[in-house]
């Protein structure tokens, strides 16, 4: 049975840093953070492919890096330069099919979220 277990949220001071991780054991094309702030769907934060290609939605603007390790099974989520807006639960996704188009788009693989909370 796949997993997926977020970890590594909490409490932060508007302009301050946070990093989240993920524990995944299937395989991967695609690790992904997505996040749901308050009154808002689900979003893409930022996206990963086993070779090593990135995306990042808009509004990161740059804060935020994402990594992995392959042979762990890892993501990372460093975000700096926090704001309120960045409150809200972040759910690491895992996609193993290689063939679904757009390439960043999201597996079926999700984790029950981490919370972030920002505060003023």
């Known amino acids: 049975q796949v997993q997926v277990v977020e970890s590594g949220g909490g409490l932060v001071q508007s302009g301050g840093s946070l990093t989240i991780s993920c524990r995944t054991s299937?395989?991967?094309?695609?690790l992904g953070w997505y996040r749901q702030t308050p009154g808002k769907e689900r979003e893409l934060v930022s996206v990963i492919a086993r070779g090593g290609g990135s995306k990042y939605a808009d509004f990161v603007q740059g804060r935020f890096t994402i990594s992995r390790d392959l042979a762990l099974g890892t993501v990372r989520l460093q975000m700096n330069n926090l704001t309120l807006e960045d409150t809200g639960i972040y759910y690491c996704n895992l996609r193993s099919d290689p063939l679904k188009n757009p390439w960043w788009a999201p597996g079926p693989y999700w984790g029950q979220g981490t919370q972030v909370t920002v505060s003023s």
């Open positions: 299937g395989n991967i094309f695609t």
